[in-house]
């Protein structure tokens, strides 16, 4: 593996929406691959809703939360270039702070991570479309910044009630800018309800994915095989 190519080693997991897990699952990819070995490394673009002590420093973030489930030993700075405290989409803010998000930056950021992992997994901000940047001429949303940088994609919607549209939707767009999808994970999966069970089935046809998992309340692993995790990251097949 190239390890100075970012686009040979990293996926990036989106969501339908924002709360649907993302966090979660990219923390148990994350998880399951060091488990077995792999040299790997977490990354997310920007990131609101953080907690700062009385020095600036970050001390509560997704990178915490991914970094300690999955027990790796990369520092939570390392993993964002940018922090912003207001729960807020990440254009507004860093609009509050009088800075703009910028893909230079980004990617950066990524293929400084790449060239010291050999796989390294992003985390969206929200779903496909969360601004990034809305100044100008630098504008842009998040699947540019996933279209620019060659990854594929793992999704994660919540199992209920809107998942079908939601999932359907999303897959469709991610076609129509040609970029890979290689994994659905419904979150928050029953299999006791016969409304998750129902969607499970239409959301892997229409999500057209390679592998389709489903997570319950409460479970600690995804339970893939070696081949199965390393083949999220596949741009190709």
Do not use: W
């Amino acid at each position: 593996m190239n390890r100075n190519d970012s686009t040979t080693n990293g996926c990036i997991v989106i969501g339908t929406d924002t709360e649907v897990g993302k966090t979660y699952a990219t923390g148990l990819i994350l998880k399951e691959l060091h488990a077995f070995g792999e040299n790997c490394g977490y990354f997310k673009g920007a990131m609101s809703g953080v907690q700062f002590d009385a020095h600036g420093q970050v001390v509560a973030s997704d990178a915490h939360e991914v970094i300690s489930r999955a027990n790796l030993t990369q520092s939570p700075q390392s993993a964002c270039p940018y922090y912003f405290e207001p729960a807020v989409s990440p254009h507004l803010a860093a609009r509050m702070r009088a800075i703009q998000i910028d893909m230079p930056t980004l990617r950066s950021a990524f293929e400084a991570l790449c060239s010291r992992y050999d796989y390294v997994v992003a985390e969206g901000a929200g779903g496909l479309l969360c601004p990034m940047n809305l100044e100008g001429g630098a504008r842009f949303f998040l699947v540019d910044m996933i279209s620019q940088f060659g990854l594929p994609c793992v999704l994660v919607s919540h199992s209920g009630l809107g998942a079908i549209n939601h999932v359907g939707l999303t897959a469709h767009y991610l076609r129509s800018r040609g970029i890979r999808l290689n994994a659905l994970i419904l979150n928050h999966y029953d299999a006791n309800d016969p409304i998750c069970r129902d969607n499970l089935t239409v959301c892997r046809e229409l999500a057209q994915a390679p592998i389709t998992l489903t997570l319950a309340q409460g479970q600690e692993d995804l339970g893939l095989s070696h081949a199965e995790l390393t083949s999220i990251f596949a741009r190709v097949g």
